[in-house]
């Protein structure tokens, strides 16, 4: 059965994050529920009008006006935060200039976990 | 086989620490114990691997027949999700690693527990920890474990095959400890095979309306997850599996596996098997002392060994599987592991390894409390085609997934 005929235990062992106790568990914090949103334009003109082009995300399905139900065929701004009440953090690209935008993605978080993180605090 | 009690090293504690088992010691109890070891033969460690071979092909074709008779109501999983399972398994998705639990005196065969085939843990325990423990205490024995090496090369395999894929995210409860490691482990012999990886919380995920993301927002492409299916199915995010197309390690269909009713089905398509206890979904068609296991329970939670004159709950979703005996009720009989998964170079041949090995070595450890087993059934439903959306394959996207490949052994 053993077909490196000899013994069956690892030649070496060697670890190159285990152990290091650095950035590999450092996300350990439950994370909040957070929405964020992105707009997204038909084409580049467009986008650009409401951020700077390094900011605008050429679409990854090609490019070219579209108007259809996949968000690949669309330029996509920055992601910023849905909630405006509370103010914006520096970072936060914000909504757009002109709100000239073809649609709005967005982005939620949370959604897994719950069952996990109840079950852990139960025991 | 045999256990022999043996002297602690003074310092284990802070060796295992430094080799990430910081989960020693739980409530003042510990986890890993280095005051005993299981010693076996070579014709030992040969039943363990044939055992485990055996059994993994016996599950490749238990997942086949549930799929192909659409057998999920028994397993307890919503029919949203059928078709979707059943696409993973056509189109192969490619699997890591599992555990089989046995129950083992060195006499007779090894006898099938569970099978934690889709978020094991004891990993880095068994890969790792003891094989250092050998290094140091036994290094003139051999030890049935290669596994790091094994996964090693089933992350470069997969690197080889699909070289698209960017990276590899990671995710899992981050908070325990047990998790957290053996997530961080996986990461460790992932990148060690050629990927570029990200860890993540589970609850970190995001989803953007048509797939799901990681905190810089960019689409995660493949996912391996140290959390449940069937947490996942049930939670908010659950029904954006069926329209996303992320490769998860391990794949949807491994949930059959880790699903406790599987235990009464091998029983029924391969009854009297020399590794399988009987098992059933019914109490009454299992003689003696049972025991009642829910079929989606985990870690024990809601295991109970039932007299042979007990009925159980008959609540739906249970198991019953003949009881067998334990280590704590004998010393010299042994819960362990064998880990099945993919093996470097040779396509759909899988690994098999043990903790333990040859004369007088390894095996200390952890051996969590012992758990029960389950039992057999009816009879199958009837047979129905299964239909695969037209969709890109996850670890190819260069390819539909209608029609799929034939998995085997």
Redesign the interface.
Known sequence: MDEDGGQKRSSTVILTLVGLSVGAVAVANAFPDRQVKRNLYADRAACERDYSAAQCEAPSGGTGPHTGGSTGYFWHGPYYSSDRSSGSAASDPGPGRTGQITRTEISTRGGFGAIGRAIRGAT | MRRECIAPRRDWRQKV????LDFHTNDGQPYWWEAACYGFSAAE??VL??ATETLHKLCLEAVERIVSQRDFARLAIPEAYWDWIAASWRRGDPDIYGRFDFSYDGSGPPKLLEYNADTPTAL?EA??VQ??W?EEVKPDC????????KLIAAWAELRRQHPQIPMVHF?G????PED??T???M??VC??GGWQTE????????????RF?DLA?QPIAALFKL??WE??L????GA?LLADRTAFVEPPWKMLLSNKAVLALLWEMFPDHPNLLPAAFERSRIAGPCVEKPVHGREGGGVHLLAATETGSARRGRVYQAAAPLRHAHPDRLVGGGWAGRRHGVARRHFA?HWQ?QPLCPALFPLKPNRPRPGSTRCWAKSAPVRCARRLCPWDPARSCAGGRHRGS
């Open positions: 620490e430094a080799l990430g460690i040969d691997e044939e880095l890969a790792v094989w250092y050998l051999d030890q049935f474990n290669s596994i790091h090496e995710a409860v981050t908070e325990e957290a490691r997530v961080e482990y990461r460790d990148q060690q860890p993540l919380d589970m609850s970190q995920l995001g989803w953007n309306g048509s993301t927002e959390y449940p947490w996942m049930r939670e908010r995010f954006n390894d090995y």
